[in-house]
């Protein structure tokens, strides 16, 4: 059984920056890709970005060079660095390890 718990998140302008964190329980984390999900309101949940075990990294096209996704092996954690926030990034956002996902973060952006 694994349980990710999540912080981070919250209101703020657009331009500004956000960080979520993830933090996993279980031994599974090391070995397994770890992602970021969102749902905003009407629409389906769409990947964000996703980390492999070894570091490489996957972003949808709408976040790049925005968005940075990073994990630490060694606290279980996974985060996602978020810059130059736009509107269109309000969403709740998950984490995700296998079928297993966090209970979500609202994140709002707006002036």
């Known amino acids: 059984q694994v349980q990710l718990a999540q912080s981070g998140g919250g209101l703020v302008q657009p331009g500004g920056s956000l960080r979520l964190s993830c933090a996993a329980s279980?031994?599974?984390?090391?070995?397994?890709?770890v992602g970021w999900y969102r749902q905003a309101p009407g629409k389906q949940r769409e990947l964000v970005a996703t980390i492999t075990s070894g570091g490489t990294t996957n972003y949808a096209d709408s976040v790049k060079g925005r968005f940075t996704i990073s994990r630490d092996s060694g606290k279980n954690t996974v985060y996602l660095q978020m810059n130059s926030l736009k509107p269109e990034d309000t969403a709740v956002y998950y984490c995700n390890l296998v079928h297993y996902w966090g209970q979500g973060t609202q994140v709002t952006v707006s002036s």
């Open positions: 279980g031994s599974i984390f090391r070995i397994t890709t």
